[in-house]
């Protein structure tokens, strides 16, 4: 199939499942209408108002009725528009879908994928602007996907509607228009396997999300003044493929992890962490992460732009590594 | 057997339910007491009414979503007290092997969908789950049992306001019982309470004495009909009162002994068994009734304590297929 955007992907992907598998159906505010971004366009023509549901302006419900949905045997994609917005469904999404599997002795397993378009994006400021992936990471009962391409979007979410287990679904807002080819049909991708996007000795960069591109073209920077980076997109930080980082920081010596959310208690300080642990401090020469400032996200470009990662940032905490 | 026959049956059937649910309760407050059960127990101990009233007009595949005050839901709808008292104990052979506890238990074979540890949790996924068989083609309904604390949140605004959007089959069932935690209902409830709320969205309500089950039957037989119907959602709004304490350590002493004097004087198994003596059941069926439950739950309760707890190792199963504790690729 010829190139597609990242928005287009997920929305053949999504089309492809509820071709395939009349349990699965959509719930969101605006979901009737294509949803905020068009993710769902032409839907609610394809798959009848009871498929293609739009929704009150309710998340708790929104969040709650796709469990409820869910352990009636229905496979509910639950769109929250903007992953902010999430806040307002903690309980229904921490409490009860992350909890209810376990709390219930293994009785039902509750097949929802919650999709939550995050990060920065055209200066949305601090309530819809944010990366708070890690959080959920810490949450026991779901698996937490960030994808950065088109392919890997669409192949994520065929696997994620496919999956018995809640999958939290990070849409990264900000990439929304990269265009990349997917597959017809559209293959599912496994959770936990990571990407190689470079290969290179001088050190390994681990990132995912919104972060994919601007790493990559460090690397590209780098690779171009003589530096070879192995760079990984972790594609789902949970689970993560702990295998790929720990065999390319074995080869490197050094790591650099790179998100866009806070660098404080963000993913990256697990990611350097487990392998601390997995190959011991000796076998490290230098670690570091990259994220943003411990400040909200801030409204105005120059403002915003201090706190983004940028390649200028990564290029010079990658030559820190090795200096 | 004459419709005076059938509807001597249904009182006695509806007795036995709730006598099961006191003697259950009432056991399980001992057992606590004695240190057998941990953690907290929420009892209903006085509210038996409800949860029998409103069960007894399901079907075996309609669902029920419970608060944290669900013993009687679950076992009105025809959960295994066994199963529900060995899980109160936290053994292997309890509903949810020793994981959930009291305020967790759920039998998905009877439609039983869950207790929820928040209040007004199980509203949303009532809606949910009446879409979700909508959806299906079922003609199942769902029951949201849940108390008169959750009004005031707004899962239930929201919740009314859906399943009257879509149409949901479902019965909302506010048991008000007068008090949410340590303070009185109505001293935390602006406005004419639940069954005004309801109304607002277009919910049609009514609201019954919830310590007479024959008025609750009566009021959900006939909300239950709408629902079946497909005329969408109803609520009915049951005033009962809570007999004991907000959980097992509690002594609600807060309360005028008078006030709770009085409430004893009108609970509704009493209050059953003396409709029952005036319908001519022998003094001696009461008691016959009253002699299973008490074998039964007896029965519960000795095979709980001698029930295994679960291995150390269950602790890590049923968290998730993909990323568990274990996972590697």
Redesign the interface.
Known sequence: MAAVTLLEATRLAVQQEMRRDP?V?V?GEDVARGGLWGQYRGFVDEFGA??A?S??I?E??I????????????R?IIEMRIFDFVMCAM??LV??IAK??????????PAVVVRMPHGMWRNSAAQHSQMLEAWFAHL????VATPATAADAAGLLVEAIR????VLFFDPKDLWTATGDVGEPIAPIP???ARKVRDGDAATVVTWSAAVPVATAAAEQLAGEGTAVDLIDLRTI??W???AVVASVHKTGRLLVVHEAVEVAGFGAEVVARVVERLGPAALKAAKRLGAPRIPVPFAPPLEAEVRVTPDKVVRAVQSLID | MSDAGDNLKRLIDLYRTMVRIRTFEQTALEAHRAGEIPGPLHVSIGQEAVAAGVCINLRRDD?L?SNHRGHGHAIAKGADPARMMAELYGRAT???????GSM?I???SVGM??A???VA?G??????????????K?EAI?ACLFGDGAVNR??FL??L??AA??RLPVLFVCEDNAVAAFTRADSVTAGPGAPARAQACGVPATSVDGNDVIAVDEAVGAAVAMVRQGQGPQLVHARTYRLMGHTATDAAAWRPASEVEAAHAQEPVARLARVLTERGVAAESLAAIGAQAADEIGAARAAARAAPWPEPARAF???????AVA???
């Not at chain 1, 969040?63 to 229905?74: I, Q």
């Not at chain 2, 199963?317 to 990323?323: E, K, P, R, T």
Request: charged share 20%.
């Open positions: 349990r159906w719930l009871e498929r549901v929704t009150p309710s708790a419900t969040m709650g009725a796709g469990l409820g949905a869910a352990l009636v045997g229905t509910p309980d229904e409490n009860q209810v599997r376990y709390m219930f002795g293994g009785q039902a397993k026991p009962g779901v698996i999956c018995d287990d809640p959770f936990g396997l949970w689970p493929d702990q295998e | 669902r979503t309890g509903y949810c092997g020793g994981k959930g967790h759920a039998d998905f969908l869950g929820n540890g928040v949790g509203i949303p996924i009532a809606c949910g789950a009446a879409q979700g068989l909508k959806l299906q079922s769902v707004g899962p929201e919740g306001n859906w959007l879509y199963a049923d968290v998730q297929d993909l990323g996972w590697r690729r």
